[in-house]
C-alpha cells in the first residue's frame, strides 16, 4: 500500500512539474543548444596567477562540447585579495580570509555588442598555522578551489544567457 501511494505521489509530481514550463538546461547533451553556444565562447587573456586559474578552468567547462567557431568573447577582470583578521594574544594573525571577485562581461564578436555584464564571487577562510609552508599551501589551494567556483559561476550565468538568448528563445 505505501509503494502504491509513493508510486502515485511521483506520477502526480512528474505531472505538476511537466506543465510548469520547466525545461532541462543542457537537453541535447553535448550537441546540444546549449552546448554549442558554450562551446562557441573564447576566453580572452586574464592576468596574474588567479587568472591563469579561472582561465584554465573556464575554457575546460566551456569546451565541454568541442571545438567551435568563435562566436563570442568572454572578457574576465579579477580582484584576489588575501587580509589576515582573528588576531591572538601575541597580535599575531590566526586566520586569513582569501576573496576571488570577477566581473566579466560576454561580448558578441558579430557586431560588438555585450550580451552578458556581470560579477561573480568566492571566498575561504584560511587557518594561520605556526608552518609558514603550510600555510601558504593553504592559500594557495584556496586560490585553486576559488578559481574553480568562481569559472563555474561564472559558465552557469553564461549557459542562462544563451539559452535565453538562443534561437530557441520565445
Not at 30 to 37: D, H, K, L, Q
Not at 97 to 116: E, K, M, P
Not at 137 to 164: C, F, K, S
Request: glycine share 12%; hydrophobic share 45%; proline share 2%.
Amino acid at each position: 500500500m505505501k509503494r502504491l501511494a509513493a508510486s502515485l505521489a511521483a506520477i502526480g509530481i512528474a505531472f505538476a512539474l511537466s506543465g510548469c514550463g520547466l525545461k532541462p538546461m543542457y537537453a541535447g547533451g553535448g550537441s546540444g543548444e546549449v552546448a554549442r553556444g558554450l562551446a562557441a565562447v573564447d576566453v580572452a587573456a586574464i592576468p596574474g596567477r588567479s587568472g591563469w586559474l579561472v582561465r584554465n578552468a573556464l575554457r575546460d567547462r566551456l569546451g565541454a562540447a568541442g571545438d567551435a567557431t568563435a562566436r563570442y568573447r568572454l572578457d574576465v577582470r579579477l580582484d584576489d585579495t588575501l587580509e589576515g583578521f582573528a588576531l591572538l594574544s601575541d597580535d599575531t594573525i590566526g586566520r586569513e580570509r582569501r576573496a576571488l571577485r570577477a566581473r566579466y562581461q560576454l561580448v558578441d564578436l558579430a557586431d560588438g555588442t555585450i550580451v552578458l555584464d556581470a560579477t561573480a564571487g568566492s571566498d575561504a577562510g584560511i587557518d594561520v598555522v605556526s608552518s609558514e609552508y603550510a600555510t601558504i599551501a593553504a592559500e594557495q589551494t584556496a586560490l585553486e578551489n576559488l578559481a574553480r567556483d568562481v569559472a563555474d559561476r561564472i559558465v552557469t550565468q553564461v549557459a542562462l544567457e544563451l539559452r535565453e538568448s538562443g534561437p530557441g528563445a520565445p
